[in-house]
């Protein structure tokens, strides 16, 4: 089972970044998958979920508005889509996908909002 994060970097405050996460090892279009991250210090903490089949989406309040997530099945990739960047946006963002009991992370990729 693989996760592969990529998109990271950095970026102004107000720009743009989009993350991938490539799935291989399992049945992706079978899991619930989300993106995570974890700014120094703090816990780990959710960014936005997408059920299964793309129907249904959830983000925490500090990126409602501001972030998409979205799935492509046919790729076994999913996508967050961050615009508007704060410097608070600043953490290593984790690729999850889960079903029931099953849990998968990738390694992580940085995302770094500074001038």
């Known amino acids: 089972v693989q996760l592969v994060e990529s998109g990271g970097g950095l970026v102004q405050p107000g720009g743009s970044l989009t993350l991938s996460c490539a799935a291989s090892?399992?049945?992706?279009?079978?899991?619930?998958m989300s993106w995570y991250r974890q700014a120094p210090g703090k816990e780990r903490e959710l960014v936005a979920v997408?059920?299964?089949?793309?129907?249904?989406?959830n983000y925490a309040d500090s990126v409602k508005g501001r972030f998409t997530i979205s799935r492509d099945n046919a790729k076994n990739t999913v996508y967050v889509q961050m615009d508007s960047l704060k410097p608070e946006d600043t953490a290593v963002y984790y690729c999850?996908?889960?079903?029931?009991?099953?849990?998968?992370w990738g390694q992580g990729t940085q995302v770094t909002v500074s001038s």
């Open positions: 999850n996908g889960r079903r029931g009991y099953t849990d998968y």
């Open positions: 090892g399992f049945t992706f279009s079978s899991y619930a």
């Open positions: 997408i059920g299964s089949t793309g129907r249904s989406r």
